[in-house]
Each structure stands twice: as C-alpha cells, then as structure tokens.
C-alpha cells in the first residue's frame, strides 16, 4: 500500500496557522499594533476601511527594518523577539512566536514599507496568499507602514462568517482601547472612512481613560496603588454608583499586556462586596507589573490567557489593594461605634452629659426622672424607637385580607362583631374594592387579583414588554409623536460610541426623538418622544440605550429590533420604583394588550399565576 502522509504546502500550513492567530480584522489589528510597540514606535496611525474588510493599515515611526529583515518577517517562526527557550520566561515584548505577519499574509494581500533611520532607502514588499509578488527598494519615511487589504480574500468560507460592520468595528475599537490604554505615554489615532475617531496624545494614564472612554469618566476614578517584593498593581477603577448593567470596561494588563481572568476579576468583585447594585459590573483598568519568570504567558494563541506561579497570592494582593483603594476614598462603609446605627436620632447617654438643672432657688438640681425610673433622654430614646418601628411596618394595613370567603357560594361571608356596625354596607363595598385594585411589593412587584387567584407582575419585565412592541411598531409605521423641549439639552457620549450612535441616529429619531449631531462627542436634544414626558435624565438614558444596543449585536438581530429592545430596557421604569394604584392598573392593561404579554424581550417572566388551589396545598388544605 502507497504512503499517504505527505508534508502540507507552506500556504496551507500558514492558513491552517492562521486560523488560530486570525480570527477577525480586529486580530490583525492587535498583531499590527503590538508590532508597532515592539518596534519603539511614539506615533502609531491606524487606518481602516469597511470595518477591516477592505483594508487595515498600520504607520509607525519605530525603528524600522533592513531589507533582509522586511523579507524574513513573512517567514513563519521568524522573530527578533527571542532567541532560546529559557528566553521565553523572560519576555517584555508583546510578540515572540514570529507567526503572525506570516498569517496575515496568508489571507490578505499585504503591502510592506519600510526603512530604517540611518537608511536613504527603504524596502517594498507584496505578498498575496504567501506568495511574494514585489520585492524592491522604494522611497518612503522612516519607520514601517504595513497595509492588509481584503482579508481572507482566497478564503472565502471565513469571510463569510464575519458580522456586520457595526460588529467588527466594535472589536477593532476594543483592541485598539485595550493598546492605547497599556501605552498612555504614546501617541495613538485612529480612522474609519476617512473619518478619524480617536486622537490620543501621549499623557498620564487618568488622560488617556478619560480621552478613551470620555470626560464624564474624570469624576468616577478612583487611583490603586500597592506594591510588594512580588507585585505592584496600579491603575483605577470606577466608584460603585456609576456601575453598568452589562460588562464593558473591565480591564486587567498584566506587564503591559492584555489579559483575560475570571479568577481575577472574582478578586474585584470581592473587594466591592455589598457596595454595588444587583446585577451591576464595576469599571477598571487594572496594571500588575510581575516578575516574567513568574507567569507563562505562551498558552493561548492570542496571549490572552496567563498562568501565574501563585495564583492564589496574586489573587488576595488585588482584592486587598482595590477594598484599600476604595476605603482609602471613602467609598467604603464605615462603622462608627460612637453613634447608635439604627436610630440615629438618639445620642447615648455616654456622648450626652446630664446637665444640671437650676431651682427656682437658684441650686443646681439633678436630672429629672421619670415614673419608670427613666432619664428624659431615655423617654426620647423611646419615642424614636417607636417611631421607627412605626415607619418599619408602615402600609402593611393595606395588604390586611378580609375574613375567609366562601368560595363556594360566590358571596363574600362579613362577620360582624363589636367593632363593626351592623349594616354599613358602603363600608364592605368600600373594603371590596380596595381589595381588588392591584398593590407593590417592595416597589417590584405588582399583585393582582384574578378570579382563579393572583398574579405577580414583574413591573420592570412588564414595562420592558410594552415599550419594545410599541418602538416597534413607531420604527415600523415612521410616525412618531415629538415633544419639543424648551431649552435644549446636550448630551455626550465616549468616543468610541460616536460612530455607533451617528450610525443609529435615523432610527432614534423615529421614534419620537429630535438629536443632532453638534460636534465631537456633543449631541443636541431638540424633543423627546410625547409619551415620554419631562424629567428623564436623557444623558443617562442614551448611555444606557447604547451600552444595550452593542450588547446586542452578537445576536445578529435586525436595526429596528436591535433599537426597540435597547431603547425599551433604557427607558422602562426600574426595580425600587413606586407606583400610584392607577398607574400599576394601566401598567397591568397595557401588558395584557401586547401581542406577547407573557415574556419581556430579553426572555424573562412578565408574571407569574398563583392559584389558590395551589396556595391552600401550601397550608395543607
């Protein structure tokens, strides 16, 4: 029988390679950048058209290469970055395993230019598909300038599976941030479409978050800085109230580069126990500068992944250094053991010296006591208590239920006793009809009386409902009821959500909205959707729209409901909210007119039914 083991062709074997190393434009544009740094760049320029698609170019001004080296860098395993295997626990460069040019070139037709410093001329290559096409000397500036033009052009199976612009552009801001903020003191910029979206000068790390992320972000810092024989951990993370719904800005770099931990961000989480919201993420960009032979950072393709050699240790510094950085800002509660943390309007008798009286004699007399042999402090102690534990069970008196019904005869049973007068039967009509107008629960839930039993409404699930099938509907039909506002108000997003907003303008606008683009970061509010009435803080509601909206992306869902859903989750009422009587009933009715009244658009319950079958199960009936 013949052999059939055969050694694959260089192209193949760098497309399989390149699988692994290029996933998506956004993997050519963390290669290129962090190529960029190695080479002692201070002004990086990136450019990019179609989201990456069409082209990906990357201009430095760093050291350059000579002719030999523009040629072997396509090489695969080609790298200047080590030399023996001991040098592997001992990096401080971003690449090493000199694999990825020879992968982009793989998949993309590429153009190289560059030349050295102390060069008259530079070098020009093209390669497409591994194969150099030009190889000559060409006139260009000092430093190297590599241009990736229609990636995964000979596979077409993977570009087939690329997102949307909107997609892939938000993963090539991710690694462009995640490079910009490891390197505030260079100089970073970066185009779409001719149009450029981030200009970062070099600067301290506080201006470079602040000038990634936007000027509202300069007030939320809180600055961490420990450091021990092992480890030093600097950077920022974000005050608890200004925490997010969604994961967004969590960023762990450990010496310079970028990393993703579970493990870690748990150690965070710990330091800001019982200090966020449910359900809420914490901003941070987080430095730990380690000793290399401590960490092996070659177990993962994209670097993304490191081994430490004590985790656990790693692990208790930075929950130890955030809670420190946090209390150090009080931001941490406090517990202060000379005042009474329940009432607070009592001051102990030890920080409250009895005062002598003076009789009508002129001698001083001693405290007053009471009949219980009490102090007037501890009278007004008392009465604090009480009215505290008034305000604790105040309102319970409207969930008191009536006597027990007989189900079974269709007529309310009313036992009368001393208390009651006989035949006050506006009274029991009165009772009746209170009884079956919906109440809260905690300012969440809603209950609701229905022949069977009851339901529990989910009141933010349920307003999420109403508000997604009527956006739709506006987006739909484009005829949308605005009111003006009377004194305009700007709003300002960060500068990596200006595009996605600009891109999603026409279709807020539809819905009852009046923005402009004024410049920059600035947008202006003309009006507000009718419906919607005065009071909102809109600069919060078009954060929380757009952080919805590109966390819904990966869903591939169509603009309108992509729109509908972010803008329904932004502006429903909340958790904790309290609502009129009138207000829970038209909440209920409009629920129960949506064509889908049963689940709100993310997939959780609206309501739940409780039958009182069931119920008086639980009581073993």
Not at 215 to 232: G, M
Not at 390 to 406: M, R
Not at 561 to 568: F, L, Q, S, T
Not at 591 to 615: M, Q, V
Request: net charge negative; charged share 25%.
């Amino acid at each position: 029988m013949a052999d059939i083991i055969q050694l694959l062709p260089d192209s193949i074997a760098n497309q399989i390679a390149a699988g692994e190393v290029v996933q998506r434009p956004a993997s050519v544009v963390k290669e290129l950048l962090e190529n960029a740094i190695d080479a002692g760049s201070a002004k990086i320029k990136l450019i990019v058209k179609d989201a990456g698609k069409s082209l990906i170019q990357v201009i430095d001004d760093g050291c350059g290469m000579s002719e030999t080296d523009a040629r072997m860098c396509f090489e695969r395993h080609a790298t200047s970055k080590i030399r023996k295997a001991n040098d592997l626990f001992a990096i401080r460069t971003m690449g090493f395993r000199g694999e990825a040019m020879a992968s982009i070139a793989a998949i993309a037709q590429v153009e190289l230019r560059t030349r050295r410093q102390a060069d008259e001329l530079g070098t020009r290559i093209v390669v497409e598909g591994s194969e150099i096409k030009v190889h000559e000397p060409c006139q260009c500036a000092a430093g190297t300038s590599i241009s990736v033009k229609n990636l995964f052009y000979n596979v077409p199976a993977r570009r087939n599976f690329l997102k949307s612009n909107t997609v892939e552009m938000r993963h090539i801001m991710d690694e462009f941030q995640r490079v910009a903020l490891a390197n505030p003191d260079l100089f970073f910029s970066l185009h779409h479409n001719s149009s450029e979206l981030f200009h970062l000068t070099p600067g301290k790390l506080r201006q470079r978050i602040v000038s990634v992320f936007g000027n509202s972000w300069n007030k939320r810092l809180v600055p961490v800085q420990e450091e021990t024989d092992i480890i030093r951990i600097t950077g920022y993370v974000g005050k608890p109230e200004f925490a997010k719904k969604t994961r967004g800005e969590q960023l762990f770099f450990v010496n310079q580069r970028f990393i993703k931990s579970g493990y870690l961000n748990h150690a965070i989480m710990g330091a800001y126990e019982d200090l966020l919201p449910k359900d809420t993420y914490p901003f941070y960009v987080i430095f730990l500068d380690i000793d290399p032979a401590r960490i092996d950072i070659n177990v993962h393709p994209t670097k993304q992944e490191i081994k430490f050699e004590d985790e656990r240790l790693v692990y208790n510094y930075l929950k130890v250094a955030i809670r420190h950085a946090l209390g150090q800002y009080s931001i941490t509660p406090t517990l202060d053991f000379d005042q009474e943390v329940n009432f607070t309007n009592y001051t102990p008798k030890s920080a409250q010296p009895a005062q002598p009286t003076v009789s009508s004699s002129g001698a001083p007399s001693t405290p007053s006591v009471s009949k219980s042999g009490g102090t007037p402090s501890e009278s007004r102690r008392d009465k604090n208590n009480l009215k505290n534990w008034e305000q604790l069970y105040q309102g319970l008196e409207q969930f008191d239920t009536p006597a027990e019904q007989d189900t079974t005869q269709g007529e309310p049973l009313t036992i009368e006793s001393s208390w009651s007068e006989s035949g006050s039967e506006a009274e029991t009509s009165s009772n009746q009809s209170s009884i079956k107008s919906p109440y809260q629960i905690h300012g969440t839930y809603i209950v609701s009386q229905i022949k069977s039993g009851f339901l529990l409404i989910d009141q933010q699930a349920a307003h999420e409902r109403i508000l997604y099938e009527r956006y739709l509907a506006m987006l739909e039909q484009q005829q949308p009821k605005t009111q003006k506002e009377l004194f305009p108000k700007t709003i300002t997003v960060a500068p990596a959500e200006v595009e996605m907003l600009q891109s999603i303008l026409p279709q807020i606008n539809q819905l009852g909205f009046d923005i402009q683009e004024f410049g920059q970061e600035t947008f202006v509010v003309h009006g507000v959707p009718a419906e919607m009435g005065s009071g909102k803080d809109l600069q919060k509601m078009i954060e929380g729209l757009l952080e919805q909206y590109k966390s819904n992306l990966d869903l591939q869902l169509d603009i309108h409901d992509n729109i509908a859903r972010a803008m329904a989750r932004s502006a429903a009422i909340r958790r904790g909210q309290n609502l009129m009587a009138t207000e829970m009933q038209a909440l209920i009715d409009q629920l129960f007119a949506c064509s889908i009244p049963y689940k709100s658009p993310s997939g959780r319950n609206c309501f739940i039914t409780f039958e009182l079958e069931d119920l008086q199960k639980q009581f073993g009936g």
